[in-house]
């Protein structure tokens, strides 16, 4: 069954520095991974995906995402986080079947960016 | 603008009491899906439609029914709202062949 993990449940970084939220991955066959933002009180944004080629994903808002094959891994990165990319992050995989293109989520994590 | 609404934002109701949350898409796509949100536990497929008239039920469609009488629409109906389904709901639609889903702003349900 396909599954993503998102092994913390929030992220603290000061504004200026790197950020990363991490994600890991278990499918049957090859992965389609996305990353998606939530702000209060808004619906979800599409940040990012994988489907093929290169393994450094560049999305939305600076934002990029390095699929890990080895490690299973489809980490979030940001070079300089800001106050204003404080949000809930989802890490998702399609499902295995169609099924509308179903998107299977990990459980989020909360960043939060400090001045 | 291209989007997707979902009505009403917020609604407090009692059990048993049948309920329709409307989603409404301008984007002529032809998938469409809802979910639920839980603490923990992320987002949950619920119903989806591959277009006109074809429904299927996701991983946690108990409780829940759906239409699909227009490719814009995809409502939720609770005929039996039960407190296990104070949630916050999103509708989301995709164009065929494309990989990316967009969210409508979410519906906030509680019942009491």
């Known amino acids: 069954a396909q599954s993503v993990a998102q092994p913390e449940d929030q992220v603290n970084v000061a504004e200026g520095n790197p950020l990363t939220v991490k994600c890991t991955y278990s499918v049957s066959g090859n992965p389609y991974l996305f990353w998606y933002v939530q702000y209060p009180n808004r619906g979800l944004q599409f940040l990012l995906k994988y489907i093929t080629g290169d393994n450094l994903v560049k999305g939305s808002y600076g934002f990029e995402a390095e699929f890990n094959k080895s490690q299973t891994s489809f980490h979030l990165k940001k070079p300089s986080a800001l106050v204003s990319d404080s949000a809930l992050y989802f890490c998702a995989v399609r499902g295995l079947y169609n099924q509308g293109g179903k998107l299977i989520f990990g459980q989020g994590t909360e960043l939060s960016v400090k001045p | 603008e291209a989007q997707v609404t979902q009505n009403p934002r917020y609604l407090i109701t009692v059990t048993g009491k049948k309920l329709t949350v409307t989603c409404s898409q301008n984007?002529?796509?032809?998938?469409m899906s809802w979910y639920r949100q839980d603490p923990g536990l992320g987002l949950r497929q619920i119903y989806y439609s591959m277009n006109v008239e074809v429904t299927d039920k996701g991983d946690v469609p108990e409780g829940y029914k759906v239409s699909r009488k227009e490719k814009r629409n995809f409502p939720l109906i609770l005929e039996s709202p039960s407190p296990n389904q104070t949630s916050l709901y999103f509708c989301?639609?995709?164009?065929?062949?494309?990989?990316?889903?967009?969210f409508g702003p979410g519906t906030r349900l509680t019942v009491t």
């Open positions: 989301a639609s995709r164009l065929a062949g494309s990989h990316e889903q967009y």
């Open positions: 984007m002529n796509h032809e998938y």
